[in-house]
């Protein structure tokens, strides 16, 4: 197991109801600002509960954080914290909003040109405090320091991470996400699991806790998506996806162990070129990376097809095979298709995405750093 320092200090408010408790967790005198989405958290009923908890409070709004949020629409946000002198920001919805959040508590107190922080990882000295109301489970947003930022004007998708933009709190009540269409709980599904991919789909690392607690949320998602899926009002299926999706990205199953991002970065390309969905970008990528790296991966694919798959019989060429298809059969039955045909993408896009990688500094991927634009090619290439 390689050195670690693990440090995440978000409280879980989870469950129903639980709305009704975060005064009690942002400052009496606070100047607060509600950030949200696209009009969801109203025709749900999140807004009117966060509002209600909120009585007597003094409280800002500002709306219209879309997927994958712009740059240019949080930047008005940041303006008006600075006019009005707020200080505590309360984030209500998805990945989005969260991200969004994190990037204007970050942005207010920054000097020069916010969008350092994502395009120069400009390092954050100072962050507004935050809660979160989570309404989607997918991004693990909720519980680490992650955002993920797209500036319009470039069609560049970039991220930065900072222990200053962990959420104070985070409500995850999961009667909040019953208002769900099939496709975003089918997104949330694919994004979990493939966080979960992504950190434990190496090689051994002499980390056998970090490699059974990955494998628990990977079976928990096979069991509990399909069924959540079948019945969206079901509490307790609801209530597993949840928790297992905030789970598989808090960092607690990345410690000690070497981790390969590479079907996110590339998905992140796809997305800000094409508009893909998030999750639709990783059920693209991440068949065609594991087959691609099956022989660098052998170990821990051997590893993945028995314990999460039950895949014993035949040589260890098949049984990889064969946990590959499943993974790929799993995303395609929680409605999430994983060919760039099905997006209307065709492979001439490979050197644009190719360009932008290497804008990025994103030629050295994977656990071994040797996810270079050949390797991403041939991925690209497999997954037509
Ligand atoms: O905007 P509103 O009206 O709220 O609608 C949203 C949006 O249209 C809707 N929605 C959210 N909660 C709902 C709801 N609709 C009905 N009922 C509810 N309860 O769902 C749509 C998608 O929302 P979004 O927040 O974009 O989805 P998600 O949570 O999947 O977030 C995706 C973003 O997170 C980033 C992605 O790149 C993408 O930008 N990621 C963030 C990560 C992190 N912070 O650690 C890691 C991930 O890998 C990911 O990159
Ligand atoms: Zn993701």
């Known amino acids: 197991m390689e050195n670690f320092a693990f ?22 005198d606070a100047k607060i600002l509600i950030t949200y989405g696209c009009g969801s958290i109203k025709a749900n009923g999140v807004y009117d509960q966060v509002k209600s908890a909120l009585a007597g409070r003094n409280v800002f709004e500002f709306g219209g954080i879309e997927p994958n949020p ?35 508590a970050a942005a207010v107190h920054f000097v020069g040109d916010p969008w350092d922080i994502l395009a120069k990882q400009a390092p954050v000295t100072a962050a507004l405090p935050f809660g979160a109301v989570l309404t989607l489970p997918a991004t693990g947003s909720e ?13 560049e998708k970039l991220y930065f991470a900072s222990p200053l933009v962990f959420p104070r709190f985070s409500v995850l009540d ?15 599904i694919v994004d979990a699991y493939t966080h979960v991919m992504e950190q434990y789909l190496t090689y051994p690392a002499n980390a056998p806790l970090q490699d059974r607690m990955a494998e628990s949320i990977l079976k928990t998602l096979i069991e509990e998506g399909p069924k959540t899926l079948a019945n969206p009002q079901d509490y307790d299926a609801r209530a597993n996806l949840v928790w297992s999706a905030t789970m598989a990205l808090n960092g607690l199953i990345a410690v000690g162990v070497p981790q390969d991002w590479t079907t996110h970065m590339i998905g992140h390309e796809l997305t800000a070129l094409h508009g893909l969905d998030h999750a639709q970008t990783l059920a693209v990528v991440l068949p065609s990376t594991l087959t691609i790296r099956r022989d660098r991966k ?21 049984r990889v095979k064969e946990a590959i298809a499943k993974t790929r059969n799993f995303f395609e039955s929680v409605g999430v298709r994983t060919h760039l045909s099905d997006y209307g993408v065709g492979l001439d896009t490979i050197p644009a ?23 991403v090619e041939q991925i690209l290439t497999l997954s037509a």
């Open 353 to 375: 995405i190719i360009k932008n990688l290497e804008k990025h500094g994103m030629t050295a991927l994977g656990e071994y750093k040797d996810v270079n634009p050949q390797v």
């Open 298 to 318: 052998s170990q821990k694919l051997l590893q993945y097809a028995e314990r999460v798959w039950g895949i014993v019989d035949g040589d260890e060429a098949e």
């Open 70 to 104: 712009h740059l240019e629409t949080l930047l008005k946000a940041v303006e008006l914290i600075r006019k009005e002198g707020i200080d505590f920001l309360l984030a209500v919805g998805g990945g989005s909003v969260l991200d969004g959040t994190k990037f204007i």
């Open 174 to 188: 999961p009667e909040t996400t019953f208002s769900l269409p099939p496709r975003q709980i089918g997104n949330g």
């Open 143 to 155: 519980m680490n320091t992650n955002s993920v930022i797209t500036k319009w004007e470039t069609q």
């Open 7 to 28: 440090y995440n200090p978000v409280k879980i408010l989870f469950g129903k109801g639980q709305i009704a408790n975060i005064a009690a967790e942002i400052p009496a």
